[in-house]
Nanobody, 121 residues
Framework: QVQLVESGGGLVQAGGSLRLTCAAA????????AGWFRQAPGKEREFVAA????????VYGDSVKDRFTISRDSARNAVYLQMNSLQVDDTAVYYC??????????????WGQGTQVTVSA
């Protein structure tokens, strides 16, 4: 079992940056990967980024490529999402998940509660 807690969300102006942290209780790295998803009001949950443990393979959603960076710290049992050049459309609840290396949320059995990111114009 893995318990995930996100932090680092908040209110930021367009063009600004935020760093999200996903801290795990339990063996995060017993899963094959960790990912970040987001959900805006009235929209489906959207894939943002994922990182695979065995080789640090990374994949990003098209809407965040070249602006967001996912990374991990095995010693701290944590995964991070550095978000730069934030846009109003990035406003959403951001969720951390652990599971298989995939862009599809069905492959992630473990989820955090989410952290709100709001980007103002």
């Amino acid at each position: 079992q893995v318990q995930l807690v996100e932090s680092g969300g908040g209110l930021v102006q367009a063009g600004g940056s935020l760093r999200l942290t996903c801290a795990a209780a339990g063996r995060l790295f017993s899963s094959k990967s960790a990912g970040w998803f987001r959900q805006a009001p009235g929209k489906e949950r959207e894939f943002v980024a994922a990182i695979r443990w065995r080789d640090d393979a990374i994949v990003y959603g098209d809407s965040v490529k070249d602006r967001f960076t996912i990374s991990r710290d095995s010693a701290r049992n944590a995964v991070y999402l550095q978000m730069n050049s934030l846009q109003v459309d990035d406003t959403a609840v951001y969720y951390c998940a652990a599971g298989a290396f995939s862009v599809y949320r069905a492959y992630y059995p473990f989820w955090g509660q989410g952290t709100q990111v709001t980007v103002s114009a």
